[in-house]
């Protein structure tokens, strides 16, 4: 049986980066997925800005280094604390360096990745976090805990937070930080996407974080898994 055309959900993405040439790229490689549509191109952060309030993308791929307004800045103005109906941004660059990575989360990211990671992670990442997800290449996260882990602090003391978890609360929390996608997550422990969609939102309720990436950072920070 072929697929139903009308079943098919289509992702709206805008897409920002100073280097024509690499736009073209995204849009050539975005295009041609039945299920994602190029709503917007930005060559600078405040137009991107400008495009993602108008057009409301579902996902917004985002460059760091770029002219007028930076990714980091364009990301806080359309993620950051205190937005009302955060955009759900992908942060892209060639620049793997730590400060940018944990600037672009601070902002409200909901993912990062390289761009030299294959167009199959790229679409895999946009999906993700479309669905609601977050998303950091698993480099990045080792990368950012290392480094930046003691910025991301519970609401109080460690104990009394995973006191809070239930053991099978416990056990998804672990694979989180392991890198682990919650479809990957069901089939480790025999469940249903929707049950372990139904854990994550548990454990950052109970331990007060505001997405995954923070979950991942908590984890390694009270010894749930080992230090990268």
Not at 72 to 95: D, Y
Request: proline share 6%.
């Amino acid at each position: 049986m072929g697929p139903i055309p009308s079943a098919l959900v289509t992702l709206r993405v805008l897409v920002a980066d100073d280097q024509e040439l690499v736009r073209t790229g995204y849009v050539t490689i975005l295009s041609a997925q039945p299920d994602i549509d190029v709503v917007g191109e930005a060559p600078d952060g405040r137009t991107a800005v400008d495009l993602a309030r108008r057009l409301t993308p579902d996902v917004v791929v985002m460059d760091v280094r770029m002219p007028v307004l930076d990714g980091i800045s364009a990301t806080r103005e359309l993620a950051g604390p205190g937005v009302e109906n955060p955009a759900k941004v992908l942060v892209v660059t060639t620049f793997q360096l730590d400060e940018y990575v944990y600037e672009a989360l601070r902002a409200g990211a909901s993912g990062f990745l390289l761009k030299d990671s294959p167009p199959a992670e790229l679409l895999n990442g946009i999906r993700v976090i479309a669905a609601g997800e977050s998303l950091l290449a698993p480099a990045v996260t080792r990368r950012l805990v290392g480094r930046f882990g003691e910025r991301v602090r519970p609401s109080g003391p460690a104990s009394q937070a995973l006191d809070a978890l239930a053991p099978r609360e416990v056990e998804v929390l672990k694979l989180i930080a392991e890198g682990m996608s919650n479809a990957e997550i069901a089939e480790a422990m025999v469940v249903s996407r929707e049950t372990v969609k139904t854990y994550v939102s548990r454990i950052l309720t109970k331990l007060d974080l505001r997405d995954r990436v923070q979950a991942v950072v908590f984890a390694h920070r009270n010894g749930l898994v080992g230090s990268a």
